[in-house]
């Protein structure tokens, strides 16, 4: 006879009380843990938010910018020696005894030789140079007195946006208490005012400040990234395919898929080294052009974007692929009829975020020369822009942030600013391709 055991009161008491208290532990860590994400995620908005504060901050004043009139007399004489109107003739026009003049008259009480100098130089050095171009843009100039503006000096510039301090003794600061005087003459007449600083937009690299531009990079930049989509889509998803859908699955096919992968985590500069060895070492192609650029961010693009295309054609569901083969399709026509056009959507996510991280890459660049200070931007995309000298806009950015002039920093901080308004708009269409192309099965 078997003897059943009664469990008592008193154990069945402590049991429950055993599992109330594992359970309360058990809520207490998954609490604890919950902090903890929630304290990680609030850290990195902290340092988003003081990155991107610090950024804009230094940066956002480099979009206006200080200019100041000048009352100007293009005379026929001096601004068009041949007196033909023409571009050759403009360019051997003196047009800096015109801006001098221009000078003189609005400050008649200067005199002696160096304050007449130093007056000058609260105008920009290429003060002249834009007379010039204005004059062979609009020729019926020649003749006339106009009210020009023009702009000032980065160090006018940095007082009249604050970053000087007028209050600091003169040895302490890069202008005089009598050149602060002329300023403030100009200021009482109207003859200062802060403007949209068109030219960082549409000017090259210069040694001023004030002159400095970003088209030349940008144009650099979106020449390069050319080169790179033509090589690395193509390329990338052929190779994807091959390897998802037709490659049989032996040791050999193995060891290419293991280097991919490896590839994708290998430093950026390696590649730039590979592309400086046999694109201009073996192939003695164009230094510091966008043709060579892309192609060794291509290199280093390549792996990333195969790895994404075959994650999306790995994530079409088999099914599609056995109807197309019931239905009498060749392997082929069931992968581009079917297979292809639903992974596209996270094909051209992984391109798309493959390019941004190709658009930010500096290091790889600068061992192939593209380092070059570069003023006038290359031709077209079929002008021969493609082996043209060349820059990117990170590389500006590493080169600005090297200059000692303090308006460069704020020059540096606009650039990154319009750097990072390209990566968000570019990851941003990923995530909307993504959520609008997406397939859930």
Known sequence: ??????????????????????????????????????????????????????????????????????????????????????????????????????????????????????????????SYLILREMVMEDPSLVGKTVKVWLPADDVVDMLNKGFIDRNLPETDRPISDKEIAWIEKLEKAGHVEMAFNSRFFTNGNSREPELAGIWAALKGSFLTMVVTLSLTFPVGVAAAIYLEEFAPKNPFTDLIEVNINNLAAVPSIVFGLLGLAVFLGMFNMPRSSPLVGGMVLALMTLPTIIIAARASLKAV?????????????????????????????????????????????????????????????????????????????????????????????????????????????????????????????
């Open 1 to 126: 006879m078997t003897d059943i055991t009664v469990e008592r009161p008193a154990d069945q008491t402590e049991r429950a009380e055993r599992s109330a208290r594992l359970l309360k532990k058990r809520h207490a860590s998954e609490f604890r843990f919950k902090l903890y994400g929630v304290f990680a995620i609030l850290v990195a908005l902290v340092v988003l938010v003081s990155l991107l504060t610090t950024i804009i901050s230094g940066g956002y004043s480099a979009f206006y910018q200080t200019e100041m009139q000048l009352e100007v007399t293009f005379t026929p004489e001096k601004v068009d020696p041949k007196g033909d109107q023409s571009e050759a003739s403009f360019k051997k026009g003196n047009f800096l005894s015109v801006f001098k003049e221009a000078v003189q008259k609005t400050f008649p009480d200067v005199t002696g030789r160096r304050d007449k100098k130093a007056v000058r130089a609260l105008y920009s050095p290429g």
């Open 317 to 441: 569901p088999p099914s599609i692929r056995e109807a197309a083969l019931g239905m009498g399709a060749s392997r082929w026509q069931a992968v581009s009829h079917h297979v292809l056009p639903l992974a596209m959507p996270g094909i051209l996510t992984g391109t798309i975020i493959g390019m941004a991280q190709a658009l930010g890459e500096t290091a790889p660049l600068l061992m192939i020369g593209m380092v070059a200070f570069i003023v006038d931007p290359p031709g077209g995309l079929f002008s021969g822009g493609l082996t043209d000298a060349a820059t990117v806009l990170p590389v500006q950015i590493f080169l600005w942030s090297d200059m000692p002039e303090r308006a460069f920093v704020e020059k540096t901080n606009a650039a990154i600013i319009v750097l990072l308004s390209f990566l968000v708009v570019m990851n941003l269409l990923a995530i909307v391709l993504r959520k609008k192309f997406e397939r859930r099965w």
